[in-house]
């Protein structure tokens, strides 16, 4: 009896994380005990949210990324995108409207979709785990009207960290080319083309967006309640800013936009916020990328992000009366980041770098589930 129990003892590290777990769920039982008022407010606010800003603004998409791909209309597109696929990107030529979607249409679509083309055998698995690197986008509609129109009181301003984000997702899609490499190719063969049932794709397409759609909502709807907690715990004001800016985008930037320039909160949303992450959980344990990887991939997405939106505002200077923007001193802030800005960028580009050419692996053939 005694040897039994022992054998299903779990080693010390393992016996801290799930300690840490339970804690962890522990604590927030109690938080939501205490504070309910905070905790159904939260839940409130992420709904409200839900239905006048995402539901809206990401279920069109989402549903014309699924038609497409269950008319089959995308997978005939890879002729006519195969020299900019290829040649850019190293992907198949169809992988480039999956491409364009997530630059226009939201943080979790291009995700979605990567995770379609892997799952009908259209793209390999690498080639799945580098478009999760860079098909993270928010959408023009948040980040212009949004963030610049609505919190920054400049449109202009909007377009500038819109700008800087695409030019940031694309030069990570080519910089990733060399340093994921991959020697697995999936062919496509071409088929003729063939009458569309639109009835039955449009049902489909309907049946997969209102899914995904609905899973993105239960994301956002936790994390708006989980913010809510954070307001009461009594951090500094400074925690607590960092603590929004790294767990949700939207309240990240609300609450930062007052006393951080720009290009800061370019970053923010350059890194997406841990909510956005856990809306492609499924694609990232479906591709089987690890955490690490894609974290640094954001980390890095923020940094360039940065860069490149101070290089834009010193090319197209915007004079508008907000404190965000009008009150920081010339050079703080933005100065100052360089060196911690370049700093993470090269460590995470190590680590991305680290597994595919400082530590040679075995080269093993990849195998579908």
């Known amino acids: ?128 785990q580098r478009m999760l690197f860079f098909c993270m986008n ?55 083309a063939s009458k569309i049932d639109i009835a039955s794709t449009v049902v489909k397409a309907v049946s997969k967006s209102s899914r995904s759609v609905f899973s993105i909502c239960a994301w956002v709807v936790l994390f708006s309640c989980l913010t809510e907690l954070i307001k009461v715990l009594g951090f500094s004001e400074n925690t607590e800013n960092f603590l929004f800016a790294v767990t949700e985008v939207t309240n990240g930037c609300r609450q930062c936009v007052e006393i951080c320039p720009v290009p800061i909160i370019a970053g923010i949303i350059g890194f997406g916020g841990l909510c956005a992450h856990m809306q492609v959980s499924s ?6 990328l690890e955490y690490k990887y894609f974290i640094s991939a954001r980390i890095l997405s923020a940094g360039l992000s940065v860069l490149i939106s101070v290089f834009l505002i010193k090319q197209f200077p915007i004079e508008v009366e907000t404190s965000s923007f009008g009150t920081v001193p010339e050079g703080t802030g933005i100065a100052m980041s360089y060196p911690i800005c370049a700093g993470v960028m090269v460590m995470c580009f190590l680590l991305l770098l680290g597994d595919n050419f400082i530590i040679k692996k075995p080269k093993n053939k990849i195998e579908k589930k």
């Open 1 to 128: 009896m005694e040897s039994a129990i022992k054998r299903n003892l779990l080693p010390g590290s393992e016996q801290i994380a799930y300690a840490l777990t339970a804690g962890t769920v522990f604590f927030i039982a109690f938080m939501l005990i205490k504070y309910p008022d905070g905790s159904a407010r939260g839940v409130s606010d992420g709904i409200e949210l839900c239905l006048s800003t995402l539901i809206p603004s990401v279920f069109p998409f989402m549903f014309l990324s699924c038609f497409l791909l269950e008319s089959g209309i995308l997978s005939r597109s890879n002729r006519a995108f195969t020299f900019i696929g290829k040649r850019l990107f190293g992907l198949p030529g169809y992988c480039v409207p999956v491409i364009f979607f997530s630059m226009i249409a939201g943080l979790p679509v291009g995700a979605r979709l990567t995770e379609e083309l892997y799952d009908r055998n259209m793209i390999t698995k690498t080639q799945g």
């Open 138 to 192: 928010p959408g023009p509609a948040f980040v212009i009207s949004g963030v610049g129109h609505k919190m920054l009181g400049s449109r202009e301003l909007g377009i500038i960290i819109y700008v800087s984000l695409i030019i940031s997702s694309l030069l990570l899609g080519i910089l990733s080319v060399p340093v994921w490499s991959d020697d697995e190719r999936v062919e496509i063969e071409d088929t003729k």
């Open 283 to 288: 694609q990232i344990m479906t591709l089987g």
